[in-house]
């Protein structure tokens, strides 16, 4: 019984793992590879270093406000 219980409390780690990284944006670079292999199969994908920082400059740039 206790195996059962730290294999639960394992899988309810790493799915709220997977949801931190999900609202936290990490996983954004997993689906833009996703993307590029499946629409751009013939170009290099960014790195990930390039990638959050076109990501950052998307995001930021421009105003910012609803009025």
Same mark, same amino acid.
């Given at each position: 019984m206790p195996e059962r219980a730290a294999g639960l409390a394992r899988a309810l780690l790493a799915r709220? /793992?997977?949801i931190l990284r999900g609202a936290a944006g990490l996983?954004?670079?997993e689906h833009y590879l996703a993307h590029a292999r499946? /629409?751009?199969p013939g170009e290099p994908p960014l790195s990930r270093a390039e990638f959050f920082r076109r990501d950052e400059q998307e995001r930021w740039s421009g105003v910012r406000r609803c009025c």
């Open positions: 709220l /793992a997977e996983d954004r670079y499946r /629409a751009h």
